[in-house]
Structures are given as structure tokens and as C-alpha cells.
């Protein structure tokens, strides 16, 4: 899959999107929770893909604990 396709997000956009502090991302993906990340260089990224994913398995879990 092409970048532009599937663009990159920063910790700060990821925050945004689901309404939390960039502080809070971090400790996500040190618990191993949230979307996967990836480390280029000293900046740690997301995949559009990777963070859809994960919006989808939560909307999942809480559909399920309903």
C-alpha cells in the first residue's frame, strides 16, 4: 500500500482524534494499548489503517459489553 494512501499520523493527530492528550497516546503504546505505532527516526508514527483498526475493535468491545 502507497504512504498516500495510507498516510501517517502523528501522536498529536492520533490525541485529537480520539479526544485525549498527546501525553496519553504515549502511555497507550507503552501498555501495548491503541493503535500500533512506528518508531522513524526519533518520531514515533501511526498508519490511518493501523488507527482505524483500532477504533474499530474498541467500538467492538463496547458493542459487546452492552
Known sequence: ???????YLTTAEVAER?????STVRYWRH????PQGTKIGTKVLYRE???QQ????R???ESGAA
Open 54 to 57: 483500532f477504533q474499530r475493535e
Open 31 to 34: 501498555i501495548g494499548f491503541g
Open 18 to 22: 480520539f479526544r485525549t492528550s498527546p
Open 1 to 7: 500500500m502507497k504512504t498516500q494512501d495510507d498516510p
Open 49 to 51: 489503517s493501523a488507527v
Open 59 to 61: 467500538e467492538a468491545a
